[in-house]
């Protein structure tokens, strides 16, 4: 195509405008010449012989372009042609100018060669006013020389297109302007536009339409879009191209939402998503019910179960089949050992955390009870992953049933049991006897002795030694016989002390492990030698002083001989009556005051086994005791596996009664061996800093547990761990022992959330609970949870443990909720005596709830006794259609009735106010953020908007509900429920 003049060059821009034109959605057009038309209305300088607009129309339509071709005018040129005021738009500082145009080459022009030129320039100005027609070059300044890529030579037509950035606008619009200084040129099309990046989602961000920065990159901060959430504010930077770049804050969906596309949609029937995260629904897993659209969790199927810490993408396990096989053989019946073993259940559930724990019922005759810590068991009892254990200590001729039962994660849940057990009796072939006393040393007032004993004997061995002078004391009864007992834990000892010249009988026994001499002592006599004249005569035994041996106890007895007995004077004699009474052989089973012990040392010597601190490591502050700090750490006894223990310790600066009052509670809690009793691993004594080590309770105290965990445990759940709790109560009560403080913060919850009763003090019962108060009566008294006859005159019993349990039960099924609200202690005490009771807790069941309200009846003697309670859990865990039934529930009473109304008495003043008194104010930004900020708006509120708001958790759901409903039944009078 040949090019002849600017009509030419018009119809060939309509041409290319037609082929390559295409619109990019990020740039926003300020100024387009060509959809201008005619009324374009560029203003020229100087109007005639410079810049020359023509048109032409094609295909029916006009089209438009401006051209200038004076170049062979000797005196120079300078043609304007300035456009419009251009708006510019607040955010775009940065301008492009897009220009379409053809340049004639000079030499095609013969004879202007010195004065043609083949560039011409783009100029702006900003202004905040369109200044109309007048036009002052001054004000321009100069953006861009516009030199074509090519230019057209004869016969040819080159379209070139260049754009220009205009950069660092600031005033409400600008004019562009183009400078011909003596070129051919033919603009076909100006267009002016600034560049955006788009609206748009990314990583399930929304980003709004952003105009791009002049400079740098902009920072644009996005929403989530619905149904999805992201920890940090998403962020995205657009870039001066109008390119989004560099996306920061990735959303993630909602528990029950996967994303699609760029939305977060419902998980189908069938599939669930239990977090917030970018991963899709998974479909149930096995043994569980078919979820419904939206769900966060599968329900397991009947029967079958999930660990808490069992992910929810596992399948529901079922419990363990009974061990299989479990054979005792013995080892070495000397030393009274065997080795239990067995085979691992047919069924596993489907889980690979089984362990296995065993029991040991010791029999002798028809009185049974458990071994508790009269028996070792290699490497523990419980938490075993092997399926052997070795077990020593046992002793002769005893009928000794072992149950070996299996676990798992979910055995929580049910209350069946997988054992199997194992009935044996030990007969000793060689049961430890003493078999000679030496003389090793006299003085005229001292023997030293030793003596031999069968082997083998364990190493804690321990012996008693009685001895009595020979000849018949003066002043003395001749049917009592005085001796002196010394307990000794080696095989040798000095008796100091003693008259010169005199005969003395001994008598060595060994200790079984009941610390009950046996019946194959030996006796000797021996004299201390003849009187040191220069010595005064010593005629009474004062005691004894031990030197080789260490004496634990000393004490005097009296035998009562009869004479008949002593004439028929055996091994069995006089003095295995007093040790033999029916009264000492009585299996310990009753519970021993540490105060009956003179010296409290021994007590706990007797029930604690010492730990040297080497062997415990402090990790981490857990809580604060009255005496000192509590510490998580680890217990590594050489030979046996490291255990984590909690380690009580006693602060510096105590006094000697503080040590004892401190130890008492291991004298105490030694002397238990129960599984939801709180297990005694021993104490450090002998050095500087005591300490109690325990066992390790990783979700501590149970009040704080249910507070965290509000509404989150199921009825069934729950009335298992009070079955626990009923079940270390009746050990207790069983062995005689009076808890009187029992209350869920003196419950400790492990891994299992397994309960187990704490909290053992003595002279320290209730001084360092917060919840103690002094009563008339003397001594403090945690109020809320003591029966009535025990704050009226002290009549602590197990009665009044099973009226505390009635209230740990109320507290653990209302999730930690305070007894009686915040009434005063005084309050409390009225309304009890006026036979008022708490009220059942939100969805406790009817049954459970009767079960309370039995444990508090006024009358002691009708309460349940410990073993009913655990029976009729029992009963409820077996049946859970059982726990269907829910008490009747009045919110107004049971949600601290100011629910109804502010702290004095008047209708809450705002929403904050209200959602403080059912302790639901982690909620106040949901409910501001939904516009909710009177209560007003409070009271339209449906179930459906509280859980729109995003309240999630089905027990925060119902409280603020039920709330809501008490409030708009203005009518209803605080009242605690009457029985
Ligand atoms: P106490 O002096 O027994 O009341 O203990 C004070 C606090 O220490 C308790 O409230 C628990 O939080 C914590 N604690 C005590 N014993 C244990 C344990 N065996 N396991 C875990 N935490 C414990």
């Not at 007992?485 to 060994?510: E, G």
Request: contains cysteine.
């Amino acid at each position: 195509m040949e090019y002849r003049g600017p009509r030419d060059a018009l119809f060939f821009y309509l041409f290319i405008n037609g082929v390559f034109i295409s619109l990019q959605n990020k740039e926003e057009v300020l100024l387009d010449m060509k959809a201008s038309g005619a009324e374009l209305g560029w203003l020229k300088s100087p109007d005639e012989n410079g810049w020359e607009i023509s048109q032409q129309v094609l295909n029916g339509s006009l089209h438009y372009n401006y051209f200038v071709c004076n170049v062979e005018s000797p005196s120079g040129q300078e043609n304007w042609l300035r456009t419009t005021f251009i708006q510019r738009q607040p955010a775009a500082s940065r301008v492009f100018v897009e220009l379409r145009f053809i340049v004639r080459d000079c030499n095609t022009f013969d004879g202007a060669s010195q004065t043609c030129k083949e560039t011409f320039n783009l100029f702006a100005s900003e202004s905040d006013v369109d200044i109309g027609t007048s036009f002052r070059k001054g004000q321009f300044r100069k953006v861009a020389t516009i030199a074509p890529d090519e230019i057209s030579h004869r016969g040819e037509i080159k379209i070139n297109t260049e754009t220009k950035v205009v950069d660092g606008l600031s005033r409400k619009g600008f004019y562009l302007a183009f400078q011909d200084i003596g070129a051919c040129v033919a603009l076909f099309s100006v267009r002016v536009y600034y560049k955006t990046c788009p609206t748009t989602v990314k990583g399930l961000a929304s980003f709004p339409e952003t105009v791009a920065s002049g400079e740098a990159l902009r920072k644009v901060t996005g929403a989530c879009v619905e149904n999805a959430v992201s920890e940090d504010q998403p962020l995205i930077f657009c870039t001066t191209d109008g390119e989004w770049v560099v996306p920061m804050g990735q959303c993630q969906c909602l528990p029950g939402y996967e994303p699609v596309d760029d939305a977060c949609r419902e998980c189908s029937s069938g599939s669930f998503k239990s977090a917030v995260s970018s991963g899709r629904c998974e479909a149930c897993p096995e043994n569980t019910e078919p979820s419904s659209p939206g769900a966060l969790i599968c329900p397991c199927k009947e029967g079958f179960y999930r660990a808490p810490t069992d992910p929810s993408s596992t399948a529901c396990s079922g419990l363990p089949s009974e061990p299989l096989n479990l054979a005792a053989t013995m080892t070495t019946a000397a030393a009274g050992r065997l080795t239990l073993s067995w085979n691992p259940p047919l069924d596993t559930g489907g889980r690979s955390d089984l362990v296995y724990s065993v029991t040991c019922e010791r029999c002798e005759g028809a009185s049974c009870q458990s071994c508790g810590e009269r028996v070792r068991f290699e490497p523990a009892s419980s938490g075993l992953h092997e399926t052997v254990v070795t077990v020593s200590e046992l002793e002769p001729h005893l009928n000794y049933t072992f149950g070996v039962e299996a676990r798992s994660g979910v055995s929580q849940f049910s209350s069946r049991r997988a054992s199997s057990s194992v009935t044996t009796t030990l007969h000793f072939t060689d049961p430890p006897k003493v078999t000679s006393i030496q003389l090793d040393e006299r003085s005229t007032t001292s023997l030293s002795l030793s003596w031999s004993v069968r082997k083998p004997v364990p190493i804690t061995t321990r012996y008693q030694l009685m001895f009595r002078r020979k000849d018949s004391i003066e002043g003395t009864d001749p049917a009592v016989t005085t001796y002196t007992v010394l307990f000794l834990d080696k095989n040798t000892v000095q008796v100091t002390d003693l008259s010169p010249a005199t005969a003395y009988v001994f008598r060595v026994q060994v200790l079984n492990a009941e610390g009950n001499p046996g019946s194959d002592g030996l006796e000797r006599e021996f004299s201390t030698m003849t009187k040191d004249p220069s010595q005064a005569n010593t005629s009474v035994i004062l005691g004894a002083a031990v030197g080789g041996g260490a004496m634990l106890l000393v004490v005097v007895v009296v035998l009562l001989l009869h004479r008949r007995r002593r004439s028929s004077h055996t091994r069995q004699g006089p003095e295995d009556t007093y040790f033999s009474s029916p009264e000492q052989l009585k299996p310990l089973k009753t519970y021993v005051d540490p105060h009956t012990y003179e010296d409290p040392n021994a007590a706990v010597l007797r029930f604690a086994s010492e730990i040297h601190p080497n062997h415990i490591t402090k990790q981490k502050v857990i809580g604060a005791g009255e005496f000192g700090e509590v510490y998580r750490g680890i217990l590594k006894v050489p030979g046996r596996k490291e255990t984590a223990v909690a380690i009580k310790t006693l602060k510096p600066g105590y006094s000697e009664k503080q040590r004892q009052d401190f130890l008492s509670e291991a004298s105490i809690m030694g002397q238990f061996t129960h599984e939801n009793i709180i297990r005694l691993e021993g104490v450090v004594t002998k050095f500087k800093h005591a300490m109690i080590v325990t066992e390790y309770m990783e979700n501590g105290a149970l009040d704080k547990y249910l507070k965290d965990h509000d509404g989150e445990m199921s009825s069934f759940q729950l009335v298992g761990m009070l079955r626990g709790i009923a079940a270390g109560m009746k050990y207790l009560s069983d062995m005689s022992y009076v808890h009187r403080d029992l209350a869920a913060r003196n419950i400790l919850v492990n891994i299992n959330l397994e309960c187990k009763v704490s909290d053992f003090g003595l002279s320290r019962v209730l001084e360092d609970d917060p919840e103690g108060t002094y009563t008339t009566s003397g001594g403090k008294i945690p109020i809320r949870w003591t029966a009535p006859e025990a704050i009226a005159y002290r009549k602590f019993t197990s009665a009044s443990d099973v009226w505390s349990f009635g209230i740990v039960m109320w507290e653990v099924m209302a999730f930690g909720e305070r007894p009686y609200w915040d009434m005063s202690n005084h309050e409390v005490m009225k309304s009890i005596n006026e036979g008022f009771r708490l009220p059942a807790p939100m969805d406790c069941p009817s049954a459970v709830y009767q079960l309370m309200v039995q444990c508090w009846l006024q009358d002691r003697a009708k309460r349940p006794r410990f073993p009913d309670i655990v029976s009729i859990l029992e009963k409820l865990l077996k049946s859970p259609e059982s726990l269907k039934a829910i008490a009747d529930f009045d919110p107004r009473v049971s949600i601290r009735l100011p629910s109804t109304s502010g702290p004095d008495g008047s209708p809450f003043r705002s929403v904050s106010e209200w959602l403080e008194s059912i302790k639901m104010s982690q909620y106040s930004a949901n409910f501001s953020c939904a516009g909710i900020i009177s209560m007003d708006q409070v009271l339209q509120m449906k179930t459906e908007d509280i859980k729109n708001i995003g309240v999630r958790l089905p027990g925060h759901l119902k409280r603020i509900a039920y709330s809501i409903l008490g409030l708009k039944d203005q009518t209803s009078t605080l009242s605690v429920f009457a029985v």
